[in-house]
C-alpha cells in the first residue's frame, strides 16, 4: 500500500533527490549527571586526602603520635586514595566515548584548558610562598624547574603533568581510529616520549644539571584511563539496580579496609598501582555509574561539576590557611573526627565556592 507524500512546506521543493540529501537529524549527546557527581566526589576525595596528611603528619605518621588521630586521619586517606584513579578513568570516558575529539584543532583546546590554568597556579602558588617566606629555595629557580615536571610548592599539579600526556595520547587513538592524521599532536607526543633521555643526554654532553622531566604518563594511569572508558561506557542494563549497587558498594567498603590495612603494615600512601586501590575505585565507580539524580538537584550538580577542577586547583591555599587553626595531634576520638570534618568542609566550601565566583566572572578559561 502506498501513501500520500507529505504536503510540502512554504519555500520548500519536495523532489525526491532533495529529500535523499537531507541528513538525519543528530541526536543530542545524554548528559551524564553521574560523571558530575563523580567529578565532584573525586575533588573533595582530593582534599579529604590532603586534609588527612595534616594530620598524620603531625602524628609523625604513626599511631604512637596519637593513636586516635592516627587511625582517624588514616581512614580518611585510605578512602580517598580512589579519587585520583576515577579522575583518569573519566578522562578516558571523555576522550574515548564520551566525546571523542574530531580534529586536532578540538584536542589542542582541550590541553589548552589544563594547561593555561595549570601555569597560572603554578605562578600563583610560587607567588603565594613568596609573600610569606615559606620557601627557602630561589622563586625563580623553583618556577625554571616547574617547566620541567617540579610539584614544588604546589604539589598537588602533579597530576596535571600525567593528565595532560594522557589526554593527548587518548585522543591520538581517537583520532586515528576516527580516520584523522595527527601528525603535528603525533609528534609533540613522541617528543615528551623522548624528552627524558634527549635532556639527560644532553646535560651530560653540556656538563650541566637539569631538573628531572615528569611530563609523561605511567602505565596504571593508562590502565585507570582505559578501564574508564569501558565500565563508563556499559549500557544502564549493565549497571542499574539497587541490589547490584550495594553489592558494589560493600566490595568498596572491604576495598577501603584493605587499603587501610595497607597503609598501616605496609606502606604509607598506598601506591595507585598499588594492590587495592583499583579494587577501590573499580568499586565505587560501578556504584555510582548511572546512577539516576533527582531533577531538582541536577543544576546545581551541573554546576558543581564545572567547578571542580578550579577547586581542585586553589583548594591547597585553603587548606595552607585552614590547617594551623584546625589539627591536633592529641584530640581524642571525637575530637580527630571533628577537626578532619571541619577542615575538609571548610576547605571544600571556600574552594568550590572561589571556583563558582571566578566561573561567574569568565575567569575560568584562566583559573580553572
Not at 185 to 197: E, K, N, S, Y
Not at 214 to 241: D, E, K, R, V
Not at 246 to 256: D, R, S, T
Not at 323 to 339: E, F, K, N, R
Request: hydrophobic share 55%.
Amino acid at each position: 500500500m502506498t501513501t500520500a507524500p507529505a504536503a510540502p512546506t512554504a519555500g520548500h521543493t519536495t523532489g525526491t533527490s532533495e529529500a535523499r540529501a537531507a541528513p538525519p537529524a543528530a541526536r543530542p549527546r545524554e548528559h551524564r549527571y553521574d560523571i558530575d557527581l563523580l567529578r565532584v566526589l573525586c575533588s573533595i576525595g582530593v582534599i579529604v586526602c590532603h586534609s588527612a596528611g595534616q594530620f598524620l603528619n603531625a602524628v609523625g605518621r604513626h599511631p604512637e603520635g596519637g593513636r586516635s588521630v592516627y587511625w582517624i586521619a588514616l581512614a580518611g586517606d585510605a578512602l580517598s586514595r580512589c579519587a585520583v584513579p576515577l579522575f583518569f578513568a573519566m578522562a578516558g570516558w571523555v576522550v574515548l566515548s564520551g566525546a571523542p575529539p574530531r580534529d586536532g584543532a578540538q584536542v589542542r583546546g582541550r590541553l589548552t584548558r589544563i594547561i593555561v590554568p595549570m601555569a597560572v597556579w603554578t605562578a600563583g602558588y610560587l607567588l603565594w610562598d613568596r609573600v610569606r617566606d615559606a620557601n627557602p629555595r630561589p622563586t625563580l629557580r623553583v618556577a625554571y624547574e616547574s617547566l620541567f615536571g617540579s610539584v614544588q610548592p604546589a604539589f598537588h599539579l602533579w597530576y596535571l603533568y600525567a593528565y595532560v600526556p594522557v589526554i593527548l595520547l587518548l585522543s591520538l587513538v581517537a583520532l586515528v581510529k576516527g580516520g584523522k592524521r595527527p601528525y603535528g599532536l603525533a609528534a609533540v607526543f613522541v617528543a615528551l616520549a623522548l624528552a627524558p633521555t634527549l635532556l639527560d643526554d644532553a646535560a651530560g654532553l653540556l656538563h650541566v644539571k637539569l631538573p628531572a622531566f615528569a611530563w609523561n604518563p605511567l602505565p596504571y594511569q593508562i590502565a585507570y584511563a582505559a578501564a574508564g572508558a569501558i565500565l563508563l561506557a556499559l549500557p544502564p542494563s549493565a549497571t542499574t539496580g539497587r541490589g547490584r549497587r550495594l553489592l558494589w558498594l560493600a566490595g568498596g567498603v572491604c576495598g577501603w579496609a584493605a587499603v587501610v590495612g595497607y597503609e598501616h603494615f605496609v606502606h604509607y600512601p598506598s601506591p595507585y598501582a598499588g594492590v587495592f586501590v583499583p579494587f577501590l575505585a573499580g568499586a565505587l565507580l560501578m556504584a555510582l555509574n548511572r546512577i539516576t539524580v533527582p531533577v531538582r538537584f541536577r543544576p546545581l550538580l551541573s554546576r558543581l561539576g564545572a567547578a571542580a577542577f578550579g577547586a581542585y586547583l586553589v583548594h591547597l591555599m585553603f587548606l595552607r590557611a585552614l590547617a594551623p587553626h584546625l589539627v591536633a595531634a592529641d584530640a581524642g576520638w571525637l575530637g580527630a573526627a571533628g577537626l578532619l570534618t571541619l577542615l575538609v568542609a571548610g576547605t571544600v566550601a571556600l574552594s568550590f565556592a572561589a571556583s563558582l565566583l571566578w566561573t561567574r566572572l569568565r575567569l575560568n578559561r584562566w583559573l580553572g
